[in-house]
């Protein structure tokens, strides 16, 4: 009796002791789960605060800028700057290659317009008029380079006048060519925007003149070729712009005729009425003298 108490009762202990080992695993388990959770959350704080600065840097946040936009555009456009500028040494290697090919000229002259350089664009094309005088695309896209230049002046001619008419404006009833009336436009300020506005207008004129006189080349070149109507009429609205610029009778004869030439390739062409129209309108202006 006393050994199998003895017995039963070890074996109480040892269940007993069991029993502890199994309560007690879960403490050292969770102490490893939340020692890594508390490693893991510092690695976690770090890189939310690198991206949060990272957003600052990258968004322009604060600097006055607008971040990432502003890097990739300064990327892209010295990018653009130098494959242009590779593309103009290209072409003028080939240009002194060979000088009788009007291509290289043509697409040295766009590249040189792509860099919002028009002068060297218009000096790219007289030369390849030097070795082809009469080349049809050349002329042709000369000629179009001058007209926008033209329509720029005559935009840079309005806002001048429009800043001078701001300017001397006169108080209602008060007679401008009186002494009292020139008053207000004696100031340096205005006369500093009459000035301004004289040379845009100047500017303007010559402008146009040129665009004429490349349109008249172009239509002495293209006489007898499938490309004549075409120039006739561009020269034609080149000249009325002209007129409508100076006032000049000659600039009239010049539309007149072109229009006249047109008329007589393309009697039924899709612009022949407005030909016959516009040589009305300016014959009804134009003393008969010059007619």
């Known amino acids: 009796m006393a050994r199998?108490?003895?017995?039963?009762?070890?074996?109480?202990?040892?269940?007993?002791?069991?029993?502890?080992?199994?309560?007690?695993?879960?403490?050292?388990?969770?102490?490893?789960?939340?020692?890594?959770l508390r490693r893991h959350a510092k690695v976690i704080y770090v890189l939310l605060a690198v991206v949060f600065?990272?957003?600052?840097?990258?968004?322009?946040?604060?600097?006055?800028?607008?971040?990432?936009?502003?890097v990739l555009s300064n990327l892209f456009k010295g990018s653009s700057g130098s494959s242009?500028?590779?593309?103009?040494?290209?072409?003028?290697?080939?240009?002194a290659a060979h000088p009788g090919n009007m291509e290289n000229y043509l697409d040295l002259s766009r590249l040189y317009q792509q860099k919002q350089d028009?002068?060297?664009?218009?000096?790219?094309?007289?030369?390849?008029?030097?070795?082809?005088?009469?080349?049809?695309?050349?002329?042709?896209?000369?000629?179009?380079?001058?007209?926008?230049?033209?329509?720029?002046?005559?935009?840079?001619?309005a806002d001048a006048q429009a800043s001078l008419a701001a300017e001397n404006a006169t108080p209602p009833g008060v007679d401008v060519s009186s002494t009292f009336g020139q008053a207000f436009t004696a100031d340096p300020l205005s006369q500093t925007l009459k000035t301004q506005a004289q040379d845009a207008y100047t500017k303007m004129g010559t402008a146009f003149q040129k665009a004429?006189?490349?349109?008249?080349?172009?239509?002495?070149?293209?006489?007898?070729?499938?490309?004549?109507?075409?120039?006739?009429?561009?020269l034609a609205s080149a000249a009325k712009d002209t007129l409508q610029t100076?006032?000049?009778?000659?600039?009239?004869?010049?539309?007149?005729?072109a229009y006249r030439r047109y008329l007589k390739l393309e009697p039924q062409g899709i612009q022949a009425q407005i030909a016959r129209q516009t040589i009305q309108q300016i014959q009804a202006v134009l003393p008969k003298a010059h007619r």
């Open 53 to 70: 600065a990272a957003g600052f840097v990258v968004l322009g946040v604060g600097s006055g800028s607008t971040g990432i936009g502003d």
């Open 84 to 95: 242009l500028s590779s593309q103009i040494k290209d072409d003028q290697k080939k240009i």
């Open 246 to 257: 100076t006032g000049q009778p000659s600039d009239a004869r010049i539309a007149i005729a």
């Open 118 to 157: 028009t002068a060297a664009a218009i000096a790219a094309l007289n030369s390849a008029l030097k070795v082809q005088p009469k080349n049809l695309d050349v002329l042709n896209q000369l000629a179009v380079i001058y007209q926008g230049n033209a329509q720029t002046a005559r935009n840079k001619a």
């Open 212 to 234: 004429e006189q490349t349109y008249q080349r172009l239509a002495a070149a293209s006489r007898g070729t499938s490309q004549e109507a075409n120039a006739q009429l561009s």
């Open 4 to 36: 199998g108490a003895a017995q039963a009762q070890r074996k109480r202990a040892q269940a007993a002791q069991r029993k502890r080992k199994q309560k007690s695993a879960p403490s050292w388990e969770e102490q490893l789960f939340f020692s890594r």
